[in-house]
């Protein structure tokens, strides 16, 4: 029983992430939903037959806020990404994603601090090394104009 619903966990994994590739975003979002309610569930032992790794789980949460983020929900998807990291700290595009919003937003201090997570975790991370740059620039002018 345990190793059927694992490879149900994965087999919707793996089929959200082609709707993902594809560009079926609700589909995918869905899929990324159910997957993370299952580990959910599973985790706290109503579901005692799913097992998720950390690794799949990250990336769901991740991807599901890029879905958000392409809606224009920033605050969700900022959640999808901060459980991403909770989960798997090393992994470093959602503290990337996290810092795009958050950059947008205008929140540069905190967006300076995801840049630089990812840079710690990966220095040849050019898209962070350019947006830590940017951030820099972005939050000095805002100083200079008071504002």
Do not use: W
């Not at 490879?7 to 979002?29: C, I, V």
């Not at 690794?55 to 991403?84: C, P």
């Amino acid at each position: 029983m345990e190793r059927r619903s694992e490879q149900d966990s994965r087999a919707a994994l793996t089929l959200a992430h082609a709707h993902f590739q594809k560009g079926e975003l609700a589909d995918a979002e869905a899929l990324y939903s159910a997957v993370l309610s299952e580990c959910e569930r599973a985790a706290s032992g109503a579901s005692a037959g799913s097992k998720c790794s950390p690794e799949d789980l990250a990336t769901a949460y991740n991807n599901r806020g890029q879905i958000k983020y392409l809606r224009v929900d920033f605050y969700e998807a900022m959640d999808d990404y901060t459980s991403a990291i909770e989960v798997q700290p090393n992994f470093e595009v959602p503290y990337y994603n996290r810092g795009l919003i958050l950059y947008r937003l205008g929140y540069f201090d905190e967006a300076l601090e995801d840049f630089k997570k990812v840079l710690d975790l990966n220095p040849g991370f050019q898209d962070a090394a350019l947006s830590l740059k940017q951030t820099i620039l972005d939050k000095e002018e805002k100083q200079r104009r008071s504002y």
